[in-house]
Antibody, heavy 120, light 111 residues
Framework: QLLESGGGLVQPGGSLRLSCTGSGFTFSNYAMTWVRQPPGRGLGWVSVITGSGDATYYADSVKGRFTISRDNAKNTLYLQMNSLTAEDTALYYC???????????????WGQGTLVTVSS | QSVLTQPPSVSGAPGQRVTISCTGSSSNIGAGHDIHWYQQVPGTAPKLLISGYNNRPSGVPARFSGSKSGTSASLAITGLQAEDEADYYCQSYDTSLSAVVFGGGTKVTVL
């Protein structure tokens, strides 16, 4: 199970940190990903982190503003979001990368999402 | 504008077969990257439906199948049922963008 938290209303230029707690599996064995979905629109990949946390990758739209991290001792994934704009308004999902998708990542489990609204 | 192009909507009567196309390019589908499909019932999180273009996770009905040819892929639903009404997304990786990419999504309506 994946459970996100930390969403809310933030002003443009502000910051927010999202969390995602995993349970029922060995958290450190899995790469984890953030995917977002603006209201009424499609899915967009945001960032991924390896199981050990030693490698991270970002979509160009968030590079330099967002930071993905994890604490395997707490089974928790994070997304630090800075310099937020209205275009970042979305439902943010954390997702567990499937072990069997070795050449192209796929996401076998998703949280329920946490809503981030950037508005003045 | 999504890197992977899907029709906005498809519809069919119960029992019919519908297909959803996912058109990419030489930097994603055409480069040999796997295609995955997700189903999203409104108000819920996406669910992995097909991975590696035709592998169904446990619990996914056999009426869902995937295929791939060149720079395109397709999801077929045979024997359409009312519970299949949802949004469907294709997903792959784009070498030029160095990023995971999703299609824009297709809304399936059961008439």
């Amino acid at each position: 199970q994946l459970l996100e938290s930390g969403g809310g209303l933030v002003q443009p230029g502000g910051s927010l940190r999202l969390s995602c707690t995993g349970s029922g599996f060995t958290f450190s064995n899995y790469a984890m990903t953030w995917v977002r979905q603006p209201p009424g629109r499609g899915l967009g990949w945001v960032s991924v982190i390896t199981g050990s946390g030693d490698a991270t990758y970002y979509a160009d739209s968030v590079k330099g503003r967002f930071t993905i991290s994890r604490d395997n001792a707490k089974n928790t994934l994070y997304l630090q979001m800075n310099s937020l704009t209205a275009e970042d308004t979305a439902l943010y999902y954390c997702a567990k990368n499937a072990l069997h998708c070795t050449t192209t990542a796929c996401y076998v489990e998703w949280g329920q999402g946490t809503l981030v609204t950037v508005s003045s | 504008q999504s890197v992977l192009t899907q029709p906005p909507s498809v519809s069919g009567a119960p029992g019919q077969r519908v297909t959803i196309s996912c058109t990419g390019s030489s930097s994603n589908i055409g480069a040999g990257h796997d295609i995955h499909w997700y189903q999203q019932v409104p108000g819920t999180a996406p669910k992995l439906l097909i991975s590696g273009y035709n592998n169904r996770p446990s619990g996914v009905p056999a009426r869902f199948s995937g295929s791939k040819s060149g720079t395109s892929a397709s999801l077929a639903i045979t024997g359409l049922q009312a519970e299949d009404e949802a949004d469907y997304y294709c997903q792959s990786y784009d070498t030029s963008l160095s990023a995971v990419v999703f299609g824009g999504g297709t809304k399936v309506t059961v008439l």
